[in-house]
């Protein structure tokens, strides 16, 4: 075959030669107006997009919310960075802004030594208090509020309790030192998230997770262990290293070197707590409570006060409460609770409570009656008298999980009275007993105290009148204290 028949458009092979061309160059148009496609959607950006270009070591970006740009807040940053340091918020607010929790405490984290930190919050006109500056801890006080501003820091020397730091200006540095990777975040008030060990995802999955090697950071600071659980019940974290696990149960006993107050604090949050997963469970059966609590002898009684006081009822005010569970808790009389609540070095006002709870003053029980409340109430208040009804419905739960109708109605009516209740005074004072010719002395108070039983055991109904003539009588029949029993 001749080569111009075969260019030939009209023979057969030329026709192959120019639907095979065809079909290329169709091609070629395809896969360049996908390219293009590509490119323009890349370089498109529509006027409600949002391009977000992180800065060097940003992992995430927070929405800037109210409290990161309040003006007190605004002008502690100001302070600090006045020199071109860097300041940055970190631990418990980074945290639950991320979880979109309500923030408490507002940690700031500087580059800036502590003494110069007090001079720059002076300068500004912000009051500074040197709470820990040995530490590198200065509180900013502006307009009734606080903040809590620390220097960035390194471990020289640990025992265990207390710690001998350097200051350091390294952001990653400090987060090093901290306990679990969640605690490390650190964010600018324009919301820029710092995050040096990973800590954004283990918050994610709600996994609790040393920083480093957990036998250091145990040794370090043997808080850590009850701050494990701490975070367990509060925020619902799960154990991501079993090994890590192993190792907090292991030092337990190290627990015993830790003062009073630390594990006070950190034991009433874990009880006030949503108590997720049920950490006080896991603390009991692992041998935690034997070395800081040994008079917790179950768990039971505090879980059932702990579904009524957190999730089964809704009156009032009435919620969790730390020295209420805590009652419930220990297994010990009046003596005991006064011991326990000395040991943890409770205010007064948290012993009384804590010991009047375990010997209590009055049996709340569904079937009291109005008149009986009401005395109740007056005598030993309402918060007194809430606790007790709690207290015993819920070990009354443990016999009988499913009570009566009858009777959960009789206890949250018992209840939303309480939580309702309004003081009221004795109608009488001392000075009407004298009016009456009593002497002023130990008679005059005998008699108040005698009339006012009178008038607590008829549910405080009595007016004034009523009960000075109940008054008269017990002058002229020469009586004192002899009151009917409460209820009758």
């Excluded at 720059?120 to 809590?148: C, M, R, S, Y």
């Excluded at 003081?423 to 006012?452: T, W």
Aim: aromatic letters at 6%; proline letters at 4%; glycine letters at 6%.
């Amino acid at each position: 075959m001749k080569i111009d028949d075969f260019l030939h458009l009209n023979s057969p092979e030329g026709k192959w030669i120019v639907a095979g061309l065809g079909t290329l160059f169709l091609l070629f148009l395809i896969a360049r107006r996908r390219r293009l496609a590509r490119q323009a959607q890349a370089d498109a950006v529509e006027e409600d997009d949002m391009v977000v270009v992180f800065p060097q070591g940003v992992a995430g970006q927070l929405a800037i919310e109210p409290w990161m740009i309040a003006p007190d807040v605004s002008a502690v940053f100001a302070a600090l960075t006045k020199d071109g340091k860097e300041a940055r918020f970190v631990g418990g607010c980074v945290r639950d802004a991320l979880m979109k929790r309500p923030i408490g405490d507002i940690d700031i984290a500087t580059q800036e030594p502590p003494e110069r930190v007090v001079m720059l919050l002076k300068d500004a006109g912000i009051q500074a208090v040197p709470t820990g500056i040995e530490h590198g801890t200065v509180t900013a006080v502006l307009n009734g509020k606080t903040f809590e501003i620390t220097t960035l820091r390194c471990d020289v020397s640990t025992d265990g309790r207390r710690a001998t730091v350097a200051f350091t200006d390294d952001w990653r540095e400090d987060a090093a030192r901290r306990d679990f990777t969640f605690n490390t975040l650190s964010a600018t008030p324009d919301g820029s998230v710092y995050d040096y060990f990973n800590g954004m995802q283990d918050l994610a999955h709600r996994l609790i997770r040393f920083v480093g090697r957990v036998d250091e950071r145990i040794a370090e600071d043997r808080l850590r262990m009850l701050r494990y659980f701490r975070f367990m019940a509060t925020l619902g974290m799960r154990i991501a290293e079993r090994y890590e696990f192993q190792m907090v149960v292991n030092n337990a006993e190290h627990l015993a070197e830790l003062s009073a107050e630390r594990i006070r604090d950190e034991l009433l949050k874990i009880v006030g707590s949503s108590n997720q997963h049920d950490a006080v469970r896991i603390m009991f059966e692992q041998g935690i409570f034997a070395v800081i609590l040994p008079e917790v002898a179950d768990t039971v009684w505090f879980k059932r006060l702990s579904w009524l006081d957190s999730s089964a009822i809704k009156i009032g005010d009435i919620g969790p409460d730390p020295i209420r569970r805590l009652a419930a808790l220990i297994e010990t009389d009046g003596a005991g609770a006064e011991a326990v609540a000395r040991r943890l070095k409770l205010s007064r006002a948290q012993i009384r409570r804590l010991t009047r709870l375990k010997a209590p003053a009055w049996q709340a029980a569904p079937e009291t009656s109005e008149a009986e409340l009401r005395g109740m109430l007056s005598e030993l208040g309402a918060e007194e008298v809430i606790d007790l009804a709690l207290l015993e419905w819920s070990h009354r739960l443990i016999i009988t999980p499913r009570l009566l109708k009858s009777e959960t109605e009789a206890w949250q009516k018992l209840l939303t009275q309480a939580a309702a209740w309004e003081p009221i005074d004795l109608p009488i004072k001392g000075g009407d007993i004298v009016a009456l010719g009593i002497p002023p002395g130990p008679r005059v108070s005998e008699l108040l105290r005698a009339v006012e039983a009178w008038w607590r055991a008829g549910g405080c109904t009595a007016d004034r009148d009523a009960c000075l003539t109940d008054l008269s009588a017990r002058i002229i029949n020469n009586t004192g204290n002899n009151a009917p029993e409460r209820g009758q």
